[in-house]
């Protein structure tokens, strides 16, 4: 069964922006810390920033001070805006509840792709 579903990536130049969307189902969303996932190539799935449901959030050292999560927790969404994009920023972003362990589904993702 779906229960999220990521939008929003593209392909982008070094030093653009994307907006990434993710809309969970209420079972997923509610009452959880959230988080946005990306996982490169041949690389471990990482965990990119987090949100609990009152907002708190928390960043990787290298999404510090260019990305931004958010949640609006009326709709079931969270998201990532990600400025000053580099192409070591390109993977696959999936967003899903942050628990350990890690949770069992993942969605389709969304492609991040930066080059020029």
């Known amino acids: 069964q779906v229960q999220v579903v990521e939008s929003g990536g593209g392909l982008v130049q070094p030093g653009g922006s994307l907006r990434l969307s993710c809309a969970a189902s209420r079972t997923v969303f509610n009452g959880n810390t959230m988080g946005w996932y990306r996982q490169a190539p041949g690389k471990q799935r990482e965990l990119v920033a987090r949100?609990?449901?009152?907002?708190?959030?928390n960043y990787a050292d290298f999404a510090k001070g260019r990305f931004t999560i958010s949640r609006d927790n009326a709709k079931n969404m969270v998201f990532l805006q990600m400025n000053s994009l580099q192409p070591e920023d390109t993977a696959v972003y999936y967003c899903n509840r942050v628990i350990a362990p890690p949770p069992n589904y993942w969605g389709q993702g969304t492609q991040v792709t930066v080059s020029s």
């Open positions: 949100i609990s449901y009152t907002s708190v959030t």
